[in-house]
């Protein structure tokens, strides 16, 4: 097992929680948090793992931008709708 700081820990069972919460409630606004959530996790694993797996860290980090991306193109969606 890893060792991951406590907040860390902490983060990555809130995020999880708010996602199965947006499974089952499909609301907008959790939706958002939920991919706000998901990518700060991304790259604080990428962060974790820059010294020992670069690779590993630069294709969470690719992740973690693609849900930005994403996150950025539903914002674009129901503005111009």
Do not use: H
Request: aromatic letters at 18%; a positive charge; proline letters at 1%.
């Amino acid at each position: 097992m890893k060792n991951r700081p406590l907040w860390f820990n902490i983060f990555s069972v809130v995020a999880l929680f708010i996602a199965v919460v947006n499974i089952f409630t499909n609301v907008t606004f959790l939706r958002i948090i939920t991919m706000l959530c998901l990518a700060a996790l991304m790259v604080f694993l990428g962060t974790f793992e820059l010294k020992k797996n670069r690779k590993m860290a630069f294709i969470m980090f690719g992740v973690a931008a693609f849900q930005v991306f994403v996150l950025a193109e539903m914002f674009y969606d129901t503005v111009t709708k």
